[in-house]
């Protein structure tokens, strides 16, 4: 085999596990996982405290992209939107 045939590569994104498996940015799975959950709990923790802010600037995000991450949080925690609404209507956030 030569050293341009794919199958020997050794790149990360080209492992079998998904865990391991990276995108353009050459972050894993996981690695995303723990960023996303240390973000949010940096953020939830600053909001608790009394500060009012967005997690993101204006347009940062495409509507798409807030509804996959804000689908994909709750469908983590097994929550409904139904229960985000009366978590919103309850604490008034």
């Given at each position: 085999?030569?050293?341009?045939?794919?199958?020997?590569?050794?790149?990360?994104?080209s492992s079998t596990d998904p865990a391991s498996s990276t995108d353009a940015t050459g972050a894993t799975k996981q690695g995303l996982q723990e960023m996303m959950a240390a973000t949010c709990r940096a953020y939830a923790a600053r909001v608790e405290a009394g500060e009012d802010f967005s997690p993101v600037a204006?347009?940062?995000?495409?509507?798409?992209?807030?509804?996959?991450?804000?689908?994909?949080?709750?469908?983590?925690?097994?929550?409904?939107?139904?229960?985000?609404?009366?978590?919103q209507s309850w604490t008034g956030r």
């Open positions: 085999m030569s050293s341009t045939d794919p199958a020997s590569s050794t790149d990360p994104a204006a347009g940062a995000l495409t509507d798409t992209e807030a509804m996959i991450c804000a689908s994909a949080l709750l469908a983590a925690n097994n929550l409904q939107v139904f229960e985000l609404g009366m978590w």
